[in-house]
């Protein structure tokens, strides 16, 4: 069975930075696209960032230039580095792949942008 498990949220000062982690098992990461997506109070959930198996790579116009995303198919990891943080940041982080399998949806990592 293939389960997603994210890591690294925290609470950061604007214009701090922090790095999630996904870990997955199976053989999906390896052949998907992956992606990072956020959910903040009150909205949908949506695409932060993507990367194919092949490293091609795909941002949101609100994270372009602040966010990057990697994968190591070896590690079976996806990283998202996120500098230069802002409060409309602040949301629960999930990784997934792309597009997103409803049955993959993990608990997810909380991100608090706040002095």
């Known amino acids: 069975q293939v389960q997603l498990v994210e890591s690294g949220g925290g609470l950061v000062q604007p214009g701090g930075s922090l790095r999630l982690s996904c870990a997955a098992s199976?053989?999906?990461?390896?052949?998907?696209?992956m992606g990072w997506y956020r959910q903040a109070p009150g909205n949908g959930r949506e695409l932060v960032a993507a990367?194919?198996?092949?490293?091609?790579?795909k941002y949101a116009d609100s994270v372009k230039g602040r966010f990057s995303i990697s994968r190591d198919n070896a590690k079976i990891t996806m990283d998202l580095q996120m500098n230069r943080l802002k409060p409309e940041d602040t949301a629960v982080y999930y990784c997934n792949v792309d597009p997103p399998y409803p049955s993959l949806w993990g608990q997810g990592t909380q991100v608090t942008v706040s002095s």
């Open positions: 990367i194919t198996s092949r490293g091609s790579t």
């Open positions: 199976g053989t999906i990461f390896s052949i998907n696209a």
